[in-house]
């Protein structure tokens, strides 16, 4: 089946199937969990540089050295601090410049087609923009490799690598069902991975409730929160 309707239909077999256009532009969720996903990588070690420099101050303040001395005594640490601070600042930049790049080559959508069932919902394959997506799914798992972090690269790669592929969320294993209303998202989370699940606006409470209804019940408790 080459073309899914705009809003989420029941056919014959018992599958529900709908496409989502997302604009590029205006939708940036899947641009956002990969800024999640290296923020911290390279945040929490320029947090920590940072505290280690106010604690070097502190104690050479204590010591009695002047104030107008004090840069050149706590250089190392401005350093450090100016290198991890500007590898962040590039990596976030060109995570900017390649997103846009890619919205640029789909003329800013993104069509993203899906099939639902009692058991499972899926993404389905589309040949015309996976070339595009692996290519910034690839290049975002580079820049993670470089903040040194390669098990966290798999993760930021995956992310746009894989969100154009096959990918079936069963929800006997699904945990949590992340709402994200602004964006038109259901994230469903499982123990070793996610599933973004884009829904029309107009079918969007209709698909939330299916698929509540048919996680556990632990499952729903940890999805009662629901971002506007």
Known sequence: MNDYPERVTLYEDGVYRWCYVMDMWRNRYMIRLVWKIIVPLLGIPLLLIGVMGLKNAAYLMQQGIAAEKLMFYMRGDMIALYVVGGILAGILLLTEIIYAICALAMHGQWRIRFEMDDSAVALVRNPGTM????????????????????GE???VGGTLAMANNTGTSRFESTRRVKRIRKYDVLDLREWFGMNQIYVPREDYEYVRDFILARVSEKARMRSQKEIE
């Open 153 to 155: 690269a798999l993760r």
């Open 131 to 150: 070339e595009t997506l692996n290519t910034l799914g690839a290049v975002a798992g580079i820049l993670g490799v470089i903040a040194g972090k390669p």
